[in-house]
T-cell receptor, first 114, second 113 residues
Framework: DGGITQSPKYLFRKEGQNVTLSCEQNLNHDAMYWYRQDPGQGLRLIYYSQIVNDFQKGDIAEGYSVSREKKESFPLTVTSAQKNPTAFYLC?????????????FGPGTRLTVT | AQSVTQLGSHVSVSEGALVLLRCNYSSSVPPYLFWYVQYPNQGLQLLLKYTTGATLVKGINGFEAEFKKSETSFHLTKPSAHMSDAAEYFCAVHSNSGYALNFGKGTSLLVTP
């Protein structure tokens, strides 16, 4: 059964700690994306990757980092430099890069930092 | 810059009534436009998309949207609301880079019995 998995569903951290959110897909998609969702704000792009070992900053990349060492995996690290990290984080993938292709979303990780 | 504006952060309809969710876009190039639905604490699911061709686009769950270039609109409709349609709906347009999506702020649809 193909899809995108994000773990954990809920994550709690203390301020000042880095935390890594997992995103795995078994759809054999080339492109992967990370979005941040805040209430009433819609989704905002953090990073995207068109292919393995390549990634580009989105609109709100400050305080975040990513890696793309494998086609199926695109982990997101929320660093202590991110001033307001509490949010719902969504990972997505598409078969090829480009907005023409449908993006498939994972179930999300809700991060709470106190 | 490509962007979308969703008019109305909350819309309430009665079960069986027409659903109309509004989206206007701004784009310097012919746009790719999308509607996604999100149920509570879940990811997004594509309802429909417009890229080129027919301006009336049919999607899943009985939804459809019409691309109107003269009005820069891409409103989402469904003839008869069902309780299961209650969710958050997002309109999106392709980003400047062409690789990602710019989303609207969302419209929460409430369906009352």
């Amino acid at each position: 059964d193909g899809g995108i998995t994000q773990s954990p569903k809920y994550l709690f951290r203390k301020e000042g700690q880095n935390v890594t959110l997992s995103c795995e897909q078994n759809l054999n998609h080339d492109a992967m994306y990370w979005y941040r969702q805040d209430p009433g704000q819609g989704l905002r792009l953090i990073y995207y990757s068109q292919i393995v070992n390549d990634f580009q900053k989105g609109d709100i990349a400050e305080g975040y980092s990513v890696s793309r060492e494998k086609k199926e995996s695109f982990p997101l690290t929320v660093t202590s430099a991110q001033k307001n990290p509490t949010a719902f984080y969504l990972c997505a993938s598409s078969i090829f890069p480009g907005a023409y292709y449908e993006q498939y979303f994972g179930p999300g990780t809700r991060l709470t930092v106190t | 810059a490509q962007s979308v504006t969703q008019l109305g952060s909350h819309v309430s309809v009665s079960e069986g009534a027409l659903v109309l969710l509004r989206c206007n876009y701004s784009s310097s190039v012919p746009p790719y436009l999308f509607w996604y639905v999100q149920y509570p604490n879940q990811g997004l699911q594509l309802l429909l998309k417009y890229t080129t061709g027919a301006t009336l686009v049919k999607g899943i769950n009985g939804f459809e949207a019409e691309f109107k270039k003269s009005e820069t609109s891409f409103h989402l409709t469904k003839p008869s609301a069902h309780m299961s349609d209650a969710a958050e709906y997002f309109c999106a347009v392709h980003s400047n880079s062409g690789y990602a999506l710019n989303f609207g702020k969302g419209t929460s649809l409430l369906v009352t019995p």
